[in-house]
């Protein structure tokens, strides 16, 4: 039987997907053969990179200024790749410090120039998206840095920073295709796929033409953007697989509707959560209401020992991996796009049962 997974990465996957893959694993189509043993530079595997470029383009709207690499290294090497490629005119780049995800993307952009901190919300566990004005932003930047949506804390930017002309950099992984974003507000996005996209083993990257080509050819060559522009992400063996299941994965998010029917369903199933939350007496959320995410929603009773409790007492009615991440503890409910309404129906009717049972 499937579980309610709730897991904020690798996460769930829609069941139509996982079962037209299942259909075609052995043979795909009229191959002859399973996709992962296609050669990448087959004419029905080219067929398949190209049809997931072109869906991706489609849902998000992607100006053709754009390039669309699938890179591998997770969105982990993204923190790596961007300033290494990008800090080569000031050397320096400004961030907004929402979290773990983007202090690591802090970390590495400092070993290759000055990372200039904006804002932070460290001081308070990162529960909400810190403030700051426009005249913070160094218009010598050679980049703006956010991680829009914080996976551990569940904030995401409402509103993004307006960066005049440096670009935007940001780092997608737990938001990508949530709801309609404007490709054009971005120098790069990138996401690792596992959330919201498809399995691990890809990382998706929109970049914008430009912004390729800024490094001069000393770094090293799998780590240049240029490399996997200039190759269309086949300079090497890409994750060939993974690509495909990104595909079956576009596939069905165009079946629905496309983005704007995403987005409602994914807002009418984050606001049954949180109503439920701003009204219960046992649960409450942590994240600041206006900076709340449509994706990850973490919350607390208040006592670790009830926490740990619930966890357990969830998990054995299949609603699993709602254990809050190890450094901020309670439980955090991840509801990407293929988590079904009945799946947040069911955690809500749970957590009113176990407050029932534990009332005063
Ligand atoms: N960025 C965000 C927002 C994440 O949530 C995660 C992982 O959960 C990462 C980056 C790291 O991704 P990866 O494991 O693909 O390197």
């Not at 770094?219 to 269309?232: E, F, G, Q, S, V």
């Not at 029917?261 to 199933?269: D, F, L």
């Not at 901020?328 to 309404?341: F, L």
Request: with cysteine; net charge neutral.
């Amino acid at each position: 039987m499937r579980v309610y997974n709730f897991s904020a990465g690798p996460a769930v996957l829609p069941l139509e997907v996982l079962e037209k893959a299942q259909s075609e694993f052995v043979c795909f189509q009229d191959s002859g053969m399973s996709v992962m043993e296609m050669s990448h530079r087959s004419k029905a595997y080219s067929q398949i990179i190209e049809g997931t470029e072109a869906k991706l383009r489609q849902l998000m709207q992607i100006p053709d200024t754009y390039k669309v690499l699938f890179l591998q290294g997770g969105a982990s090497l993204q923190f790596t790749m961007v300033p290494m490629n990008l800090m080569t005119g000031s050397k320096k780049a400004d961030f907004i410090d929402t979290g773990v995800w983007s202090s690591k993307a802090i970390k590495e952009a400092k070993k290759f120039g000055k990372a200039n901190v904006i804002a932070s919300s460290k001081a308070d566990t990162y529960s909400y998206i810190p403030t700051y004005k426009k005249e913070q932003f160094d218009k010598e930047a050679d980049y703006v840095y956010i991680c829009q949506n914080n996976t551990i804390y569940g904030t995401k930017f409402n509103t993004l920073p307006n960066t005049g002309n440096v670009p935007l950099v940001a780092d997608l992984s737990s938001c990508i295709l949530s709801e309609k974003m404007d490709v054009n507000r971005y120098g790069i996005i990138f996401a690792g796929a596992q959330k919201n996209l498809g399995p691990a083993g890809v990382t998706v990257v929109i970049i914008r033409e430009d912004l390729i080509g800024r490094v001069d050819e000393s770094i090293p060559t799998m780590l240049n953007y240029k490399t996997h522009a200039a190759n269309d992400s086949m300079f090497n063996t890409p994750p060939t697989y993974a690509i495909y299941m990104l595909g079956l994965v576009l596939e069905w998010m165009l079946a629905q509707g496309g983005i704007e029917v995403i987005e409602k369903k994914n807002k009418e199933k984050a606001s049954i959560l949180y109503d439920y939350l701003d009204t219960s007496k046992l649960f409450r959320g942590t994240a600041a209401k206006e900076d709340r995410s449509l994706m990850n929603i973490p919350f607390v009773t208040g006592d670790e020992t009830l926490d740990a409790a619930f966890v357990k007492a969830a998990t054995a009615k299949g609603l699993v991996n709602l254990k809050g991440h190890r450094s901020v503890g309670g439980m955090r409910a991840s509801i990407y796009n293929a988590m079904p309404i009945d799946g947040v129906k069911a955690l809500v009717d749970f957590m009113k049962q176990f407050e029932r049972q534990h009332e005063e």
